[in-house]
């Protein structure tokens, strides 16, 4: 009995004394009243801070010099140049760990950084609800930059996730169309067997049936095939190892994990009627040995592997995939990739590919005030991007480009001081990608049409491998096949009870499919069973938020009309 | 004899081959790594690497060593983890020596702790007590949280329990204090129980990442499981989609190999040292007097 009121006591005083820490220590952390910055001939005196958040991405992390991640060359490039010191407060290390730590410093237990970058639709939307970020409505229209302004007039449809009740909370980051998949080939497998590259289902077909039966390496033994894929996490990457293009052959702009603006209306692409012939193409190759065998148990980043192994003969990917997988040049003697367009659909219009507008939004933390400084440090980001200003060449001579007997070398071998790497200097303030205005390659295709590489960017465009400023110049010749995803906002209360489950039953439904486990058949199970479990009701929902963001005009709010 | 029947003799076989079955799935991973950090990267990503360098070289570990992230982050893995360990002992020997006695309230108090085994405060309220403690972004962030395992505990107080109490006796009697008996008598005494939880804190402190990213808003204050969670397990990039060509400046699979294996190092190394208390250590409680 003793023992029992000894434990109480010792339990009430630790609970009081726990009340007692946690009331003293969270109470509102004093902002500092700094003396007010003046903006003289571009710079801030005196010099002031600002916080950031940062997502950092492997490449980011990497410093050469000593230097780290609040005191490198742009850093105190911004604090000679503008008056502006960036301090990084808040560093997440992948996607998740990010949003985790995010939301730990929503709890207030310490002060948010000024400059937030948002890469999760879910959490911009519970930052708003927290009422800690900035409303920039009017800051966007005292504030940005001409050029600026000019870019984000192209695309409007990146504020769709910022934008509540007419109100702007943020800004994509960097917006531009990314560049587009092109079809890496082995070159060499096509010349031996006397093959020209696909342009058509048929011929595609094909080539990856000599791929797989005719011993395109010339080893005597049937180990390759035609062609490989990832379809593990889903049938759409978006980026390397994705097999959209034979989804799209027969669904048009119908792509899988997509929305499409069908005549004004908002739909999902995996119910679209045609995804069934292409599954039972898949499924007709996977039986013939087309493919890869183990597709449903590789990630995008694995599916490459037998290609650079010299066992698969195509793969899809962005041009530059064709960086991680050249080294079967070197394993293979006289191996070759060239980088060709997709094919044609089946109907003869082009295949479609998803395409991303931006990575992520800025936000701000609601008592940052100084919207002007970050437009100012922000734009002056962009100058790599336009080949303008200070940037022209890159952000630092020694760091992402040099100057080697008067000529601009982006080949960090031929550096005055070789590196191993391009340092990715622009990755180093606000963004986890350089700012780029170059599309999907514009520069290349220029490059290709005879254009002199004078500028920074039509430079670094041209030290590239033949074959990636090929890929490059092939996406952009076919941009208009780029269609980013039209629904960009939050999830919608019934996605979040159910997408999960709709999306595991896609996934698996298709793989069964593909495999042979299930008829084809299963896909009209699918569609029905997708539209009662809750398909409908998202669709409803998507579609009302679609109609919502347009009700009130943000862009004329913005001035940026 | 038993051991001479056919029945012990194909046991035996059994035995031995499951043994070194389950010997070489430990080994042939590490084997592999090493094999990965002295080849080519073109050998790697051709996958032509098993057990054997291809194309010999040990540039992954020049550069390894030359990062100096790399070199930080283990710098503040040694200090955390002796910094650590050390503070944890000591709270953990004092309290366990007290706890080992009978005294008032005794079991209260052990309730008490193991409840703090059962239930914690979760991630928020621990992230809030962190920063509003102004630890964020120190080594304490990493070595205090954690200190006191109530686990541990249990473990220290049952050794310190299983040493006869006549000993103690003894020592009061020719005049020995409480941290006389502790340090002379006690500690000697337990050394296998106080290697065997050393050794736990030890590997603890070496492999969590988790608190690192939590708790550093600077890379460069990493440890070097956070660190290398940061390079090696990141790099799936499902976000990279954007990047374009700066993904070809990926570190290379043989860098990671190299990194991994010399993180893992260490810790290896001092497993021989503390081996041979483990099975007096961990059967604790199990022979009663």
Known sequence: MKEGRNLWKMVSTVILSTILVAGCSSGESQTESAPTSVLKDGKYDPPFKIT???????????????????????TRWGEENLGIKIETTLLGGDASQYNTKLRLALTGSEKLPDVLPVYDTMLVNDLIDSGRVKEITEDIAAYMPDRLREIYKQYPTTFNPVVRDGKVYGMAIAPNLT?????????????????????TIEEFEQVIAAFTTEDPDGNGKQDTYGFTFSGKDSYNTGWVSDPVMIFSAYTGKHLPRQWVNDNGKLTYGSVAGGNREALAKLRDWYAKGYLNKELATQGAWDALSDFTEGKAGIIIGRPWL???????????????INAYPTIQGVNGDKTYQSAQLNDGVFMFNKDFQNMEAFFLYYDKMYDAAFSTGEFKYGYAQGYDYDIVNDEVTFDPQKFNKPLEAIQSVGKMAFTKNTPSVDGPGKSYFDLANGVKADTGVLIQSDSKDQTTKDGYRISYENREALLPNEFNGPPTPTMQNVWEQLTTMEQETFTKIIYGNEPIEAFDTFVKQWHEKGGDQIIE??????????????????KLK | MYHKTTGYRV???????????????????LLHLLAQSLSSKAAISGNMVSFWPVGFNVD????????????????????????????????LTCAGYALSKEFRGRNALMWFFIFTMLFSGGLIPSYILVTSLGLKDTIWALVLPGAFGAYNLILLVNFFKTIPKALEEAAFIDGASFFVILSKIYLPLSLPGIATVSLFIMVGHWNSWFDGILYMSDAS??????????????????NMAMSQSEVAAMSEQSIKAAQIFVSTLPIILVYPFLQRY???GIVLGAVKE
């Open chain 2, 11 to 29: 046991f035996s076989i059994f035995n031995y081959a499951f043994m070194i079955l389950a010997g070489l799935a430990c080994f042939l991973p």
């Open chain 2, 278 to 280: 483990f099975v007096k």
């Open chain 1, 541 to 558: 929902e998507v579609n009302d938020w679609y109609t919502q963001t347009s009700e009130t005009d943000v862009m004329a709010l913005m």
């Open chain 2, 221 to 238: 204050r990493y440890p070097l499981a956070s660190f290398l969670q940061t390079v090696v397990v990141q790099s799936n990039m499902q």
């Open chain 2, 60 to 91: 992954a570990y020049v550069k390894t060593f030359n990062n100096s992230n790399f070199n930080g982050a283990m710098l503040t893995s040694i200090i955390r983890t002796v910094l650590g360990t050390t503070i944890s002992m000591f709270i």
């Open chain 1, 179 to 199: 560049e587009g998949e092109v079809m890496l080939i082995r070159q060499d497998w096509l010349d031996r067997l006397k093959l020209k590259a696909p342009t």
């Open chain 1, 52 to 74: 950031i958040a940062k997502q950092q991405d492997e490449n980011a992390g990497k410093y050469i010099n000593g230097e780290s991640l609040n005191d490198n060359v742009l």
């Open chain 1, 322 to 336: 064709y960086d991680s997988v050249k080294d079967v040049e070197k394993n293979i003697e006289g191996a070759k």
